[in-house]
């Protein structure tokens, strides 16, 4: 038979007297320590016999028992050995004065409140609000994790803090989620993950996770990043938002129109994603270039089809407003600006070129927002393995404006998705090239005498590289100039790209320069076509073209010349960082 707690019945009245006197003393819980195995689920209460017993708990205070912790007794629970502490519809918790998720330094925790389970989190007896909470990770180190389902029990605590290497993560199956209930504070921090099937969620679907607003509590602090693992896909322009107004914390989802850009080719497509449930009605809106120009004689606006559109254009922006109406953008709908956008292809390889542009638009209620900027195309500005998503073959294409002097790369699978069997340089016979490593998690290749020079558009063909498993490759890649870069993975086709089209290069002779500024000068207002494909995409030559040569002045498309072979210490490095990646496997050094 477990023993009766009587082994601190003498110390009530002190911790009673104290909080009346208002001693420190009274402020220090005791603490007992999940001891259910690293790892695995228990429930809270199990062994329960009605005197508070707990097989997963021990006492600090001797003698040491299995209690679970009550703040009757003034003690607190210590979830910091690794053990995952479960309440559900069938556990009847004792209420502890606090809960500490990783209280250790390196230590961790999980409590895991499932659909139906309750828990009442609170210091009557001090009222000190120092107590009283859930603490999801007390040590500045320490990792605790609370998992919240959408259909919890009646929870109730005093506060809830969580450090920054910590993470909420919320279960949410149906359209509404039962909130923790804070009567005193909330500090959050770290990670809030989402999981669960959201089934009936889309743009505007809400979740109140903590509710203050009986008390109108503070909220303090944010989580640094919320993490999507739920079967809920989000369209492109959505994105999970938190909410910390009026004593709440609610997880929402938000809907923002798309503008579509293709960087090459200038054109510009704001849409309305297909199945976003809602319509969007805009007021009016700029469209910004910060490297490069606009072009107004390519733009389609909203004024070319319908009426009280007032336009306005500068290098750099294009404008519209309209005071009287509005364009209404209905689920799926888009409006096509042609091809406005005259954007400096010719920055360093590896910079994205969508983070020049911007867009922002006016709401029929006055709301000014941002439209989420994504790619339109499959060319990226950057060396890219291509991979076939139905044969697992793929290609290093230099998809940028630039040469690239190839010294080395390496491509990773975290999950172990390629094939060693690859089609490397050095069985194909290039010269100067030797595998480094050939094993499921990493196949790489090193060149120290000399490089590959990839012009832009060029190939290398690597064979069957991948099992078709998981989609998590990685590339990395060195240069003659001794830089290592991380590259772009493409699962689908090559990128289809003219190598001769260098913007602002009106005398197409590869360089961008003083003498293709003659020939803007000496052809303003005259025919395009004496810039050989190579300007802003108007029919003559427009203010819009020097911009697009200012932009780009300097440029060039011819491969750099004499580059020196890589250091010997410098490939070892490299290699050195391959091999330390690399699973059991083929692996040698050259």
Same mark, same amino acid.
């Given at each position: 038979m477990k023993p009766l707690r009587t082994q601190y019945l003498l110390s009530v009245p002190v911790l009673l007297g104290c909080a009346l006197c208002g001693s420190?003393?009274?402020a220090q819980p005791f603490r007992v320590n999940w001891i259910g195995a690293a790892g695995v689920e228990g429930l809270w209460d199990a062994g329960e016999a009605g005197n508070g017993e707990g097989d997963n708990w021990l006492t600090t205070e001797e003698p040491a028992s299995n209690f679970q912790p009550d703040e009757g007794f003034q003690e607190y629970g210590s979830i910091s050995n690794g053990g995952i502490a479960v309440l559900d519809a069938t556990t009847s918790p004792v209420t502890p004065v606090d809960v500490r998720l990783a209280e250790d330094g390196g230590s961790t925790g999980s409590l895991v409140i499932k659909d139906g389970g309750s828990i009442t989190v609170t210091d009557t007896i001090t009222t000190n609000m120092n107590q009283g909470w859930i603490r999801n990770g007390v040590h500045a180190n320490g990792v605790g994790v609370l998992t919240l389902h959408d259909a919890i029990g009646a929870v109730t605590v005093d506060g809830y803090g969580q450090n920054s290497v910590s993470t909420l993560n919320v279960e949410i199956d149906g359209p509404t989620f039962n909130p923790v209930v804070v009567k005193e504070q909330i500090q959050l921090g770290g990670t809030l993950q989402v999981s669960g099937s959201l089934a009936s969620a889309g743009a505007g679907s809400s979740w109140t996770l903590f509710d203050g607003s009986a008390d109108?509590?503070?909220?303090?602090?944010?989580?640094?990043?919320v993490v999507n693992n739920s079967d809920y896909s989000l369209l492109d322009g959505q994105s999970f938002?938190?909410?910390?107004?009026?004593?709440?914390?609610?997880?929402?989802?938000?809907?923002?129109?798309?503008?579509r850009v293709d960087p090459y080719a200038g054109t510009a497509v704001l849409s309305n994603p297909s199945g976003s449930g809602v319509d969007f009605d805009v007021t009016?809106?700029?469209?910004?270039?910060?490297?490069?120009?606009?072009? /107004? +004689? %390519?733009?389609?606006?909203?004024? *070319?089809?319908? #009426?009280?559109?007032?336009?306005?254009?500068?290098?750099?922006?294009?404008a519209e407003t309209n005071a009287t109406g509005m364009a209404t953008l209905t689920d799926g709908a888009s409006q096509d600006f042609g091809a406005p956008l005259s954007i400096n292809t010719n920055q360093p390889i590896g910079t994205n070129l969508l983070q020049s542009v911007s867009f922002q638009y006016s709401t029929a209620d006055n709301v000014i927002e941002n439209a989420v900027v994504v790619l339109e195309g499959n060319r990226q500005n950057n060396l890219v393995l291509v991979v076939d998503p139905v044969?697992?073959?793929?290609?290093?294409?230099?998809?940028?404006?630039?040469?690239?002097?190839?010294?080395?790369?390496?491509?990773?699978?975290?999950?172990?998705?390629?094939?060693?069997?690859?089609?490397?340089? /050095? +069985? %194909?016979?290039?010269?100067?090239? *030797?595998?480094? #490593?050939?094993?499921a998690n990493a196949l790489s290749e090193l060149n120290a005498v000399g490089m590959s020079t990839?012009?832009?558009?060029?190939?290398?063909?690597?064979?069957v590289v991948w099992d078709l498993s998981e989609e998590d490759l990685t590339l990395q890649y060195s240069t003659a100039g001794l830089t290592t870069a991380f590259g772009a993975v493409y699962f689908g086709d090559l990128a289809d790209i003219s190598p001769n089209v260098l913007p602002g290069d009106f005398n197409a002779d590869g360089v961008v320069d003083a003498a293709d500024y003659t020939i803007w000068r000496d052809n303003l207002d005259g025919d395009s076509s004496v810039l050989n494909g190579n300007g802003s995409g108007a029919p003559t030559v427009v203010a819009a073209d020097y911009s697009l040569w200012r932009a780009n002045y300097g440029a060039t498309t011819a491969p750099s010349a004499g580059s020196a072979a890589p250091e010997p210490g410098s490939i070892l490095l490299f290699a050195a960082g391959v091999v330390a990646t690399a699973a059991r496997g083929r692996l040698r050094i050259a």
């Open positions: 420190d003393s009274a109108g509590i503070g909220v303090f602090g944010q989580f640094s990043q938002t938190v909410s910390t107004a009026e004593s709440e914390v609610t997880l929402g989802i938000r809907q923002q129109l798309v503008l009016g809106y700029v469209m910004s270039v910060s490297n490069g120009a606009v072009n /107004e +004689g %390519q733009w389609s606006s909203f004024s *070319d089809d319908a #009426a009280g559109w007032v336009e306005t254009a500068t290098a750099n922006q294009l044969d697992g073959s793929a290609m290093l294409q230099n998809q940028s404006s630039q040469s690239v002097d190839l010294t080395g790369y390496v491509v990773r699978s975290e999950s172990g998705a390629l094939l060693p069997g690859f089609s490397d340089l /050095e +069985g %194909q016979g290039v010269a100067g090239w *030797d595998v480094v #490593a050939e094993t990839l012009g832009v558009g060029a190939t290398l063909d690597l064979g």
